[in-house]
């Protein structure tokens, strides 16, 4: 099952440490964030990675090069403009038109295993599974409306605070079939929160969502980065 690791984020903010490269390869434990995601996946069986580039990509593909001295194999997909979330996914529609395939979104340290959360999608034959969290602050991610069952009824992308009713949102890992590529448009920034995932909704897809056993911490501010160094320091 191949992986496409989310890796075009600018770390802007981040550059207020001194830290000039993309937010996948900020600092953390002496390896950058993006080699964790390989060494965690890899020991759960995803050997095949995508990684979308924008900003400084040679950061990235001069440290991993084809990925084989990780044991795994990298592919890159350059954007010299930036397509969003969905649309950077379908830029390499080609690669992933396989089978199930994973996204993950790169601007997070995160500690989870994956393997309960495709099973989950595979027996409920899911076009798309979102992966869940809970958050203090609900609002500033896409909020997740589910049945018992697990079936999504409402995803919301950054809602007005008082249009919240639950604190579990998406935590940027997306299991989909390749079905879900036929609803993005080719070369446009599309993005999965605010235009897919409401879409299948409205066409009456099978969109579920589970919240595993997982540690998610995003990096994209100088405090959320010490934080998550705090916590990989601590054993998370």
Known sequence: MKMFILGAGLGTRLRTLGLDV??????IGGKPLLQHHIELFRQQGFTDFIVNLHY???KITGHFGDGSKYGVKMTYSHEPELLGTAGGVKKM???LRGGTFVVLY???????DLRPVVQFHRDRRADATVALMESPEPWTGGVVEMKPDGRVVRFVEKPPRDQVSTNLINAGILVLEPSVLDLIPTGQFYDFGKDVMPRLLKEGRPVFAMKPDAY?????????????????????
């Open 106 to 112: 790169g601007d997070n340290l995160v500690k989870v």
């Open 93 to 95: 529609e080609a690669e």
């Open 56 to 58: 400084l990509p040679e």
């Open 216 to 236: 998610i911490q995003d990096i994209g501010t100088p405090e959320r980065l010490a934080k998550a160094r705090a916590d990989f320091e601590r054993g998370l």
């Open 22 to 27: 993309p937010k996948v390869m900020a600092p």
